[in-house]
């Protein structure tokens, strides 16, 4: 599956393309991608099942909090997707992206969210979490 969320009065975006369980335990995988300022970044990203709950356990806390954090980390590496809440009420999805390789390709990020975008968030991140690995 695919989830998206677009930044408010920009044209950038972040994703997690073809999310999904990658083995029967616990392992999932996606391939994380940004948009700013024109330029597409992405990175395989691997998370384990228990970030990718309490990702969605905070997000739905957040959903009813003034403020606060929901963060989802790459597995064995320094890259992460954040959504924060300020005190103001205003609402960010941010992160960074990797790439040893390439410094051009490293790319930290801040996109403004609606609430209502971040229910749609944690809706996906709920449909991910029921997914199982396909047979074969």
């Not at 998370?47 to 739905?60: G, I, M, N, Q, T």
């Amino acid at each position: 599956m695919d989830i998206r969320v677009q930044a408010l009065n920009s044209a950038d975006w972040m994703e997690l393309r073809d999310a999904r369980p990658a083995d029967e335990v616990s392992l999932y995988r996606a391939l994380f991608r940004v948009q700013v300022d024109g330029q597409v970044h992405n990175r395989p990203f691997w998370f384990d099942r228990s970030d990718l709950d309490e990702f969605a356990h905070d997000l739905a806390w957040l959903d009813k909090a003034v403020g606060g954090r929901a963060t989802l980390n790459h597995a064995g590496r320094p890259e992460y997707l954040t959504v924060v809440i300020e005190s103001s009420g205003t609402a960010y999805v941010t992160g960074e992206l990797f790439d040893f390789d390439d410094p051009d390709q490293h790319v930290r990020f801040r996109l403004q969210q609606s609430r209502a975008s971040l229910r749609t968030l944690l809706r996906d991140v709920r449909t991910l979490l029921d997914m199982r690995v396909p047979p074969g």
